[in-house]
T-cell receptor
Framework: ETGVTQTPRHLVMGMTNKKSLKCEQHLGHNAMYWYKQSAKKPLELMFVYSLEERVENNSVPSRFSPECPNSSHLFLHLHTLQPEDSALYLC?????????????FGSGTQLSVL | GQNIDQPTEMTATEGAIVQINCTYQTSGFNGLFWYQQHAGEAPTFLSYNVLDGLEEKGRFSSFLSRSKGYSYLLLKELQMKDSASYLCAVTTSGGSYIPTFGRGTSLIVHP
């Protein structure tokens, strides 16, 4: 248990659906992240929120829309996705200002787009 | 940009020692992380190196050479449960310290 909880664990959706991924951290951290993990590829940073402000948007298509209502919760809203968006979506949190600022990851949502 | 390179897959025998290498090319290097990720699970933090040298933590050690752009993760007395993917990640100074990850090395430990 890393202190970061993601739901759902698995999601299958059609290209015309709208769904949301949820992340909650119980560590009192002030930064939260969305990463995409595809087979044989490095973890790709998608979005970063620091103190509830979006500080990084890594050229992600607009069909992915993040939301950070408070420092403990992070959402990723999905609509009109493509099959190539099928991947593991990982949420992470960290405490900015610490020496190592290590990331604490959730177990991810395995997304399949049909 | 940043370039991080690590082997795709390694195999080793239970009880043995294995060394997983990571090389990087980046400007403004700050530090290097190693994470472990079991299949279907969250990546978990193993080590963080900022200065040159070896950091030992039980069966796992991590080494960094800033001048060579090189790190390795050393796993001793391998156990079956060490079968996992090992992710190398680099942070740079100059704004944010968000890590950039390599592709990961899948380690298979067999009896």
């Amino acid at each position: 248990e890393t202190g970061v909880t993601q739901t759902p664990r698995h999601l299958v959706m059609g290209m015309t659906n709208k769904k949301s991924l949820k992340c909650e951290q119980h560590l009192g951290h002030n930064a939260m992240y969305w990463y995409k993990q595809s087979a044989k590829k490095p973890l790709e940073l998608m979005f970063v929120y620091s103190l509830e402000e979006r500080v990084e948007n890594n050229s992600v298509p607009s069909r992915f829309s993040p939301e950070c209502p408070n420092s403990s919760h992070l959402f990723l809203h999905l609509h009109t996705l493509q099959p190539e968006d099928s991947a593991l979506y990982l949420c992470a949190s960290s405490q900015e200002g610490q020496d190592d600022e290590k990331l604490f990851f959730g177990s991810g949502t395995q997304l399949s787009v049909l | 940009g940043q370039n991080i390179d690590q082997p795709t897959e390694m195999t080793a025998t239970e009880g043995a020692i294995v060394q997983i290498n990571c090389t990087y090319q980046t400007s403004g290097f700050n530090g290097l992380f190693w994470y472990q990720q079991h299949a279907g699970e969250a990546p978990t933090f193993l080590s963080y190196n900022v200065l040159d040298g070896l950091e030992e933590k039980g069966r796992f050690s991590s080494f960094l050479s800033r001048s060579k752009g090189y790190s390795y993760l050393l796993l001793k007395e391998l156990q079956m449960k060490d079968s996992a993917s090992y992710l190398c990640a680099v942070t740079t100074s100059g704004g944010s310290y968000i890590p950039t990850f390599g592709r990961g090395t899948s380690l298979i430990v067999h009896p």
